[in-house]
């Protein structure tokens, strides 16, 4: 260790796991020279890229003279403070992932280069005098600027440029087309940035939502972690809405996490209509520019309210007063590739550290805040009640073996509809699965139309006529004709366009929409389609996953589960958890407003346990359930896990690099952790990359860390690590 006058500790985003010291420039104020500043460094052969200082200190490990001096400093400025700059650096140690990749994922893509902050001040747009009584419909063959205008007409008040792109997709023509007809015109300032103006909202509180939300405010300055467990349709947005009135009021900010894109116009718009205050968005559909605009609106205290899917939990806060995580059970709270950091668990850390309280909501809470609640470290608040007197839909368990079919659909389940039809009430049909077919089959060979890359069975889309791996993408010409026999093949399975296909044969007066991944590619296409389901111009939904999570869709009575056996017999030990949250989010859907909901479900095991303990007995005794289940066989939440996964073209090379790790560990820790493997992934070809994993279970999370950071310096160092694509996955979410 050698001591020098000031050395800077940057973090780059490389895989290597450490910081990189660096010398001031001649030209830097040194009194200036804090954590969080961006520079401008040279790193190997690239001579200028964006670093972040970390620390400064006088000690380094490397004489003076090899150290190189950073090009200058990017901003006047730190993009984060001490404090979350911690917070960042402790997801680094947790999650074993470089600090320099952590740290960059937390910042706006556009903030990663050397761009300056100042280049993304947020453009306010004004009505003139002219504009403020102008007649929109004088402006002709432009409905576009039309509707521009009369929304600030109508708003009587300035509007960011990104508040209005939330609204109107590619907004930026029309805005400038009425700037040069002196309508509109840019400004500098927003007037109403320091005005708080909450609405009165149109609900009263029922007396479960009263007491929860009483409970919080009794602990609004404390670090207390709260699950809000509520029926679907209980009114959990309510009381999310009710204490965020009382901690905008107080001048802090509220962070929400939501588990989707497709969830965030409609939530967006509820929260607009109640706090009419500076609301910053997060998710990866926004353009580089919008979420720069809004990361610096949050930063800087602006945005009293910030929205987002997972990524939104690094979003930094001046005065940070509430955090709130919606469908806290989701999987997609966990990231699945690079950093693979849970948004669930570091929202509960951030609330810790900012002592401030977080709110875990959720119909279908997870088994581990269902642990954490009996552990005493979370209080439990209970919404019994469906908001507005609503009643819980009825269920029916449909045994559909020898029954008469129409593709997917039995009759039992079409006479539904047609009677639900008839009463002028919207259908959901629900089928985890898209695609016309699963499986094209030989029945004379046996034959099966399997991805080369993935040795998995190609699903059949019509719309297109291709065969698509669901796995890695690829799509091929579809066949008709089996290339061994020559036979006619068969398609097996259904998908949501088969089911559409046979719903538009029987129900051709009806008006039938496919909502999925397929569907909803394009910019705001799932936000038309959630307005035209509100309007009540849609009558029957086929829809995936996408629809059950957080929607409300007041005129579905009938909720129908096409194929509800999927997951039942899975490998994966958290499956049935799964399973029985999708079950009652998509029953949820149903009977949410003033009529009685139907759920229809449709099974070949009608005889399950799962579905006797949810439908006679409920979510919350089939989790108790699950739970002694997980304690006997010493399954998390009982028990902390890691896995260390690997893919590599040879499936020796992952094996081998596999045992390598594992033999490694048990050196280290005397063979004190639970090691399994090497076995397969449940997808064991992916890509045409063979997949292997090492499960790594201790009783003792302290243990299972403290061995972790020396054991991965060694496979690092290994020969067999330069053969394989491998990463660490702390707390995993997902066995496939």
């Given at each position: 260790?050698?001591?020098?006058?000031?050395?800077?500790?940057?973090?780059?985003?490389?895989?290597?796991?450490?910081?990189?010291?660096?010398?001031?420039?001649?030209?830097?104020?040194?009194?200036?020279?804090?954590?969080?500043?961006?520079?401008?460094?040279?790193?190997?052969?690239?001579?200028?890229?964006?670093?972040?200082?970390?620390?400064?200190?006088?000690?380094?490990?490397?004489?003076?003279?090899?150290?190189?001096?950073?090009?200058?400093?990017?901003?006047?400025?730190?993009?984060?403070?001490?404090?979350?700059?911690?917070?960042?650096?402790?997801?680094?140690?947790?999650?074993?992932?470089?600090?320099?990749?952590?740290?960059?994922?937390?910042?706006?893509?556009?903030?990663?280069?050397?761009?300056?902050?100042?280049?993304?001040?947020?453009?306010?747009?004004?009505?003139?005098?002219?504009?403020?009584?102008?007649?929109?419909?004088?402006?002709?063959?432009?409905?576009?600027?039309?509707?521009?205008?009369?929304?600030?007409?109508?708003?009587?008040?300035?509007?960011?440029?990104?508040?209005?792109?939330?609204?109107?997709?590619?907004?930026?023509?029309?805005?400038?087309?009425?700037?040069?007809?002196?309508?509109?015109?840019?400004?500098?300032?927003?007037?109403?940035?320091?005005?708080?103006?909450?609405?009165?909202?149109?609900?009263?509180?029922?007396?479960?939502?009263?007491?929860?939300?009483?409970?919080?405010?009794?602990?609004?300055?404390?670090?207390?972690?709260?699950?809000?467990?509520?029926?679907?349709?209980?009114?959990?947005?309510?009381?999310?809405?009710?204490?965020?009135?009382?901690?905008?009021?107080?001048?802090?900010?509220?962070?929400?996490?939501?588990?989707?894109?497709?969830?965030?116009?409609?939530?967006?718009?509820?929260?607009?209509?109640?706090?009419?205050?500076?609301?910053?968005?997060?998710?990866?559909?926004?353009?580089?520019?919008?979420?720069?605009?809004?990361?610096?609106?949050?930063?800087?205290?602006?945005?009293?309210?910030?929205?987002?899917?997972?990524?939104?939990?690094?979003?930094?806060?001046?005065?940070?007063?509430?955090?709130?995580?919606?469908?806290?059970?989701?999987?997609?709270?966990?990231?699945?590739?690079?950093?693979?950091?849970?948004?669930?668990?570091?929202?509960?850390?951030?609330?810790?550290?900012?002592?401030?309280?977080?709110?875990?909501?959720?119909?279908?809470?997870?088994?581990?805040?269902?642990?954490?609640?009996?552990?005493?470290?979370?209080?439990?608040?209970?919404?019994?009640?469906?908001?507005?007197?609503?009643?819980?839909?009825?269920?029916?368990?449909?045994?559909?073996?020898?029954?008469?079919?129409?593709?997917?659909?039995?009759?039992?389940?079409?006479?539904?509809?047609?009677?639900h039809l008839n009463n002028k009430n919207q259908i959901l049909?629900?089928?985890?699965?898209?695609?016309?077919?699963?499986?094209?089959?030989?029945?004379?060979?046996?034959?099966?139309?399997?991805?080369?890359?993935?040795?998995?069975?190609?699903?059949?889309?019509?719309?297109?006529?291709?065969?698509?791996?669901?796995?890695?993408?690829?799509?091929?010409?579809?066949?008709?004709?089996?290339?061994?026999?020559?036979?006619?093949?068969?398609?097996?399975?259904?998908?949501?366009?088969?089911?559409?296909?046979?719903?538009?044969?029987?129900?051709?007066?009806?008006?039938?929409?496919?909502?999925?991944?397929?569907?909803?590619?394009?910019?705001?296409?799932?936000?038309?389609?959630?307005?035209?389901?509100?309007?009540?111009?849609?009558?029957?939904?086929?829809?995936?996953?996408?629809?059950?999570?957080?929607?409300?869709?007041?005129?579905?009575?009938?909720?129908?589960?096409?194929?509800?056996?999927?997951?039942?017999?899975?490998?994966?030990?958290?499956?049935?958890?799964?399973?029985?949250?999708?079950?009652?989010?998509?029953?949820?859907?149903?009977?949410?407003?003033?009529?009685?909901?139907?759920?229809?479900?449709?099974?070949?095991?009608?005889?399950?346990?799962?579905?006797?303990?949810?439908?006679?007995?409920?979510?919350n005794y089939f989790c108790n359930?699950?739970?002694?289940?997980?304690?006997?066989?010493?399954?998390?939440?009982?028990?902390?896990?890691?896995?260390?996964?690997?893919?590599?073209?040879?499936?020796?090379?992952?094996?081998?690099?596999?045992?390598?790790?594992?033999?490694?560990?048990?050196?280290?820790?005397?063979?004190?952790?639970?090691?399994?493997?090497?076995?397969?992934?449940?997808?064991?070809?992916?890509?045409?990359?063979?997949?292997?994993?090492?499960?790594?279970?201790?009783?003792?999370?302290?243990?299972?860390?403290?061995?972790?950071?020396?054991?991965?310096?060694?496979?690092?160092?290994?020969?067999?690590?330069?053969?394989?694509?491998?990463?660490?996955?702390?707390?995993?979410?997902?066995?496939?």
């Amino acid at each position: 260790m050698t001591t020098h006058p000031l050395i800077l500790r940057v973090a780059i985003a490389t895989p290597l796991r450490c910081l990189f010291d660096y010398l001031p420039d001649a030209a830097s104020n040194l009194k200036n020279l804090q954590p969080g500043l961006r520079v401008s460094v040279s790193f190997g052969r690239r001579k200028d890229i964006t670093g972040i200082v970390v620390s400064i200190s006088n000690q380094s490990d490397h004489p003076q003279h090899k150290l190189k001096k950073i090009n200058h400093v990017i901003d006047e400025h730190p993009v984060f403070n001490h404090k979350h700059l911690r917070l960042l650096k402790w997801a680094s140690d947790y999650y074993h992932y470089p600090i320099g990749e952590v740290i960059f994922s937390a910042l706006p893509s556009s903030l990663r280069k050397n761009n300056s902050i100042t280049k993304y001040n947020e453009k306010i747009w004004c009505l003139t005098e002219k504009g403020a009584d102008f007649e929109t419909k004088l402006i002709k063959q432009a409905p576009k600027q039309s509707r521009l205008l009369n929304y600030l007409q109508q708003r009587r008040s300035p509007a960011n440029e990104s508040e209005i792109n939330s609204i109107y997709s590619r907004s930026k023509p029309s805005l400038l087309s009425l700037e040069e007809k002196g309508l509109i015109r840019r400004s500098t300032e927003d007037v109403t940035d320091g005005i708080i103006k909450i609405n009165r909202s149109p609900f009263t509180l029922n007396k479960d939502q009263q007491s929860a939300t009483k409970e919080v405010l009794e602990s609004i300055d404390n670090a207390s972690i709260f699950l809000l467990d509520g029926l679907t349709g209980s009114g959990k947005t309510e009381v999310y809405m009710t204490l965020m009135e009382s901690v905008i009021r107080a001048g802090k900010q509220c962070l929400i996490l939501l588990p989707e894109i497709g969830l965030t116009p409609q939530q967006i718009q509820r929260f607009k209509d109640r706090f009419e205050v500076n609301i910053a968005i997060q998710h990866s559909g926004l353009s580089e520019t919008e979420r720069t605009q809004y990361w610096l609106a949050a930063r800087s205290g602006k945005a009293k309210i910030v929205i987002g899917t997972r990524s939104a939990i690094w979003t930094p806060l001046a005065n940070p007063g509430l955090y709130i995580i919606d469908e806290e059970h989701d999987l997609s709270y966990k990231q699945q590739d690079g950093f693979r950091y849970s948004a669930r668990d570091m929202l509960i850390t951030r609330a810790n550290r900012d002592k401030v309280p977080a709110i875990l909501g959720s119909a279908t809470p997870s088994l581990e805040t269902l642990y954490n609640v009996k552990k005493d470290r979370y209080k439990h608040l209970i919404l019994s009640t469906r908001a507005a007197n609503a009643k819980p839909p009825t269920y029916r368990l449909l045994d559909i073996r020898g029954k008469k079919m129409h593709g997917p659909l039995s009759q039992t389940l079409v006479d539904e509809i047609t009677e639900h039809l008839n009463n002028k009430n919207q259908i959901l049909l629900f089928l985890n699965r898209r695609g016309y077919a699963v499986h094209l089959f030989c029945h004379s060979c046996g034959w099966k139309a399997e991805c080369t890359r993935c040795e998995l069975p190609y699903t059949y889309h019509k719309n297109i006529n291709r065969l698509v791996c669901h796995h890695c993408g690829v799509t091929k010409r579809h066949i008709e004709q089996c290339p061994d026999c020559n036979e006619p093949l068969l398609l097996m399975g259904h998908g949501t366009e088969r089911i559409e296909e046979v719903l538009t044969t029987l129900f051709p007066q009806a008006t039938i929409s496919r909502i999925d991944r397929d569907t909803t590619r394009k910019k705001n296409a799932m936000h038309d389609y959630l307005e035209r389901i509100q309007s009540g111009e849609i009558d029957i939904m086929i829809g995936t996953q996408m629809l059950a999570k957080g929607h409300h869709f007041p005129n579905v009575t009938l909720t129908g589960i096409v194929d509800a056996d999927r997951g039942l017999f899975s490998t994966d030990f958290r499956a049935s958890e799964r399973l029985a949250q999708l079950f009652m989010q998509v029953s949820g859907r149903t009977g949410r407003g003033v009529k009685e909901g139907t759920v229809v479900v449709q099974t070949y095991h009608p005889e399950h346990p799962l579905f006797e303990q949810l439908i006679k007995h409920g979510y919350n005794y089939f989790c108790n359930s699950l739970l002694q289940d997980r304690n006997h066989s010493s399954l998390p939440p009982y028990s902390h896990m890691v896995f260390l996964r690997t893919e590599a073209h040879n499936a020796n090379d992952a094996k081998h690099f596999i045992n390598d790790a594992a033999m490694q560990l048990n050196q280290l820790t005397n063979n004190k952790l639970l090691l399994f493997g090497p076995i397969p992934a449940l997808i064991e070809k992916r890509s045409g990359r063979y997949r292997y994993q090492l499960i790594i279970q201790s009783q003792s999370r302290k243990a299972l860390h403290t061995y972790l950071d020396r054991w991965l310096d060694k496979i690092e160092s290994s020969k067999s690590a330069k053969k394989v694509r491998w990463s660490l996955d702390v707390d995993p979410q997902d066995m496939a």
